[in-house]
């Protein structure tokens, strides 16, 4: 049976670098292999902010103190058939260090600060790469992305 998985994403940015995860450590992870943004999928009665926030401290053990929204993306069938969306908030405003031995202890992958003219380089779903084009902009947008067997087949948006 199908469900709807509600997540969420935070791109942390500090001294023109962005913290990214690379996801190396969950056991049939759909993220393997890949550097991904802050962030995990909602418990029960949390709000997007609540969600991130929570996943901000647990991952980095970083406490936010303001977020900036930038949208919802939802992606049919994205893994077992099941529908995610996911909110999408940037941060530069926190309180705390990432310790060193947290960079590699993190529960789900190596954190890094990776310099923001590099984030593109990285291995990371090609979506990300449409989408973090759009959190450029400062607009806020609602947005809908498909994949295939893991492949980008298509994509649109609406900016607000």
Do not use: Q
Request: charged content about 35%; proline content about 2%.
């Amino acid at each position: 049976m199908n469900k709807t998985v509600l997540t969420t994403i935070c791109y942390i940015e500090k001294d023109g670098k962005t913290l990214m995860l690379y996801r190396n450590k969950k056991k049939n992870d759909v993220h393997e292999g890949k550097y991904v943004g802050i962030g995990g999928k909602f418990e029960f009665g949390e709000t997007p902010e609540e969600c991130i926030i929570r996943e901000i401290k647990e991952e980095t053990g970083l406490t936010v103190n303001s977020l900036r929204y930038h949208g919802l993306i939802s992606f049919p069938k994205f893994a077992n058939d099941d529908n995610w969306y996911m909110f999408i908030f940037s941060c530069r405003d926190f309180e705390g260090e990432v310790p060193e031995d947290r960079l590699d202890d993190c529960p789900e992958g190596r954190l890094l600060w990776v310099d923001n003219d590099k984030v593109m380089d990285l291995n990371m779903w090609d979506g990300d790469r449409v989408f973090l084009e759009w959190v450029a902009t400062k607009k806020v947008f609602n947005a809908k992305i498909e994949y295939e067997d893991g492949e980008l087949k298509r994509y649109n948006v609406d900016f607000y």
